[in-house]
């Protein structure tokens, strides 16, 4: 069974960093992708970053985020610096994985909290 544990989320003060982790668990599977999306109170889940081979930002991140994999460890990494109070959110790990007992679909963590606020 496939399971993604996220951490690293928390409080900081604007213009802080953060840093979160999102490790995949299980045996028998393919990682064709990872990324990070948020959703902030009353809005829409949206992409922040991806990395499939090459990697994708949002605009409003552009600059201050870097995703990272660690493929050894199945490990997907978003560093957050300059970060601002519109980036306070719930921030869920996303990863499309091939099992041996199913194709490939996505998978998400259980999210984690980022609160950007003085």
């Known amino acids: 069974q496939v399971q993604l544990v996220e951490s690293g989320g928390g409080l900081v003060q604007p213009g802080g960093s953060l840093r979160l982790s999102c490790a995949v668990s299980g045996s028998g599977f393919t990682i064709y992708a990872m990324g990070w999306y948020r959703q902030a109170p009353g809005k829409q889940r949206e992409l922040v970053a991806s990395?499939?081979?090459?990697?994708t930002y949002a605009d409003s991140v552009k600059g201050r985020f870097t995703i990272s994999r660690d493929n050894a460890k199945n490990t997907v990494y978003l560093q957050m610096n300059t970060l601002k109070p519109e980036d306070t959110a719930v921030y869920y790990c996303?990863?499309?994985?091939?099992?041996?007992?199913?194709?490939?679909?996505?998978?998400w963590g259980q999210g984690t909290q980022v609160t950007v606020s003085s």
């Open positions: 990395s499939d081979g090459r990697t």
């Open positions: 996303n990863a499309r994985i091939r099992t041996v007992a199913l194709p490939a679909r996505d998978y």
